[in-house]
């Protein structure tokens, strides 16, 4: 079974545990909501899932359209936050945006792509932000890089020196890495990175 597929079989269930910002850790909303303040332009929420960062960003009077290819979530997306903007797409599809976005969301968007396909997905987040657009990427902390059974398909844990190298070898500047264990949680990381100008 692919992760479209396992994705699209458990949407509902994943919509009802973790789709709205009330289920998220608060440092996260906190964190989230900075950085969509300080970006300039269009905000690309990728990977999008339930939409409810999307909408919690549109509900802050940003501009900000989601993205997911799993129909289901876009479909749910659609109909629990009506007025926000949810396409169903994928990171294959930034291509046809080059330059489009002053800010890219990928909060855990990655976490299943293959170690070898990391660095190809930075370099296309990095093409289609603008000129001094910002990246917050979120997704699992660990002390190797390596696979795990995640409660949906597998994934993968990143070391957050070593992604913070893969991004800026995709010609991003990192502003700042965080790095954290919350209780009853795997360990969490983001790295904040600039498109240079």
């Not at 289901?72 to 291509?95: I, K, M, N, W, Y």
């Not at 409660?151 to 913070?164: D, E, F, L, S």
């Amino acid at each position: 079974m692919t992760v479209l597929e396992a994705y699209a079989r458990r949407a509902e269930e994943y919509t009802a545990l973790l789709g709205s910002v009330e289920a998220m850790a608060p440092a996260d909303v906190r964190r989230i909501e900075t950085w969509a303040r300080t970006a300039c332009g269009p905000l690309l929420d990728l990977g999008c899932g339930p939409g409810h960062w999307t909408a919690h960003l549109a509900a802050l009077g940003l501009e900000v359209e989601g993205w997911d290819p799993v129909a289901e979530f876009v479909r749910s997306a659609r109909d629990r936050h009506p007025g926000t903007v949810f396409r169903r797409a994928a990171l294959a599809d930034l291509d046809g945006h080059p330059g489009a976005w002053g800010g890219i969301l990928a909060w855990y968007s990655l976490i299943h792509l293959e170690p070898a396909e990391m660095p190809g997905a930075l370099g296309a987040l990095h093409r289609a932000l603008r000129p001094g657009g910002t990246l917050l990427l979120g997704f699992f902390d660990g002390a190797r890089q390596e696979p795990f059974d995640h409660a949906v398909a597998p994934a993968q844990h990143w070391p957050a020196g070593r992604m913070t190298e893969l991004v800026e070898e995709a010609g991003l500047e990192v502003l700042d890495v965080e790095t954290r264990t919350d209780p009853g949680a795997r360990p969490h990381a983001a790295v904040h990175a600039r498109s240079p100008h």
